[in-house]
């Protein structure tokens, strides 16, 4: 089952790890999608903001994240480029780290947990590793993340995945809508929007 085109909007509810709303504005471009968002939120203590522009190509593979954020550390500003092969660049500084990565992944966001899914393209039964370059909230450093990704029975017209990234120790069950955007994220979102 693929999933059907994005809508204009969307915008969940972060709680549990922290207290906080994520919008985002999504538009067809190029053949693929630019993705606009914005996370405010508390957690563990810390207040954050952060702005993000996603580019991503037809082929789901991100190409383009630039992201600006601010917390008591201070102001903060990251681009990433892809080249869609595996090749990143931060800045304008090679990052070998990220090599083989095809997505981004931004701690602030639920929204990012959508790239792997429509790039993927999983049936059910079927699992894919898919580390991303990981983009911290607080001050955007930018690391590999491994994780991975099994598409269970769908519920539905809901496709699930159980998601696992080992570094944290973390896994659960992911559920998305027929776009392919998260409803459910165990610990950390629910879709309002």
Known sequence: MSF?????TAAWD??????????VFLRPRGGGYELQGHT????????????YSIAVDQKWRTR??????????GDHEVLLEHDGGGEWLVGEVSAPQLRG??????ESSALTNALPVHRLALREGECA??????VRALDLAVERLEQSYLRVEDDGEHQRFDYAA???????????????LVLEYPGLAVRRH
């Open 101 to 106: 990565c095809l997505d981004i992944d931004l």
């Open 129 to 134: 590793d898919s580390p991303a370059a990981y």
């Open 14 to 23: 972060h709680r549990y790890a922290r207290n906080g709303f994520e919008v």
């Open 4 to 8: 059907d085109a994005l809508p204009a």
């Open 166 to 180: 080992p570094v944290f120790g973390f896994g659960c069950r992911l559920v998305y809508d027929r776009h392919g």
């Open 64 to 73: 383009r994240t630039h992201v600006v954020g601010r917390s008591r550390h």
């Open 40 to 51: 405010s939120a508390v957690e563990a203590g810390e207040v954050w903001a952060v702005r």
